[in-house]
């Protein structure tokens, strides 16, 4: 069982940046694969990106790639996304899951997480 608590969300002007945390309960943090979503109002929830187990892949979904970093401490149990050139678009609840069946460092799909966190609003400002 593994607990995802998603903080640092907030109202940016386009063009800055945030950084979410994903805070993890749980022994077995390093055993999971470990993604970001987010969902605007009216939209699908989509995969933004991934990390593998160990921290030493990473996988972009192309809206984000070359702006988006995500990287994790599993001392910490904790994920982060840092977000960079922020866009209007990017406006969305962003939401932290937890994989076993998907460790690596690759697309996943909403179906692909077992444990999923309850969200941070991310508001970019035009």
């Known amino acids: 069982q593994v607990q995802l608590v998603e903080s640092g969300g907030g109202l940016v002007q386009a063009g800055g940046s945030l950084r979410l945390s994903c805070a993890a309960s749980?022994?077995?943090?390093?055993?999971?694969?470990m993604g970001w979503f987010r969902q605007a109002p009216g939209k699908e929830r989509e995969f933004v990106g991934a990390?593998?187990?160990?921290?030493?892949?990473?996988y972009y979904a192309n809206s984000v790639k070359g702006r988006f970093t995500i990287s994790r401490d599993n001392r910490k149990n904790t994920v982060y996304l840092q977000m960079n050139s922020l866009k209007p678009e990017d406006t969305a609840v962003y939401y932290c899951?937890?994989?076993?069946?998907?460790?690596?460092?690759?697309?996943?799909?909403?179906?692909?997480?077992?444990?999923w966190g309850k969200g941070t609003l991310v508001t970019v400002s035009s």
């Open positions: 899951a937890a994989s076993l069946s998907r460790r690596g460092a690759t697309i996943y799909d909403v179906k692909d997480m077992d444990y």
């Open positions: 990390i593998n187990w160990s921290g030493g892949g990473t």
């Open positions: 749980g022994r077995t943090f390093s055993s999971y694969g």
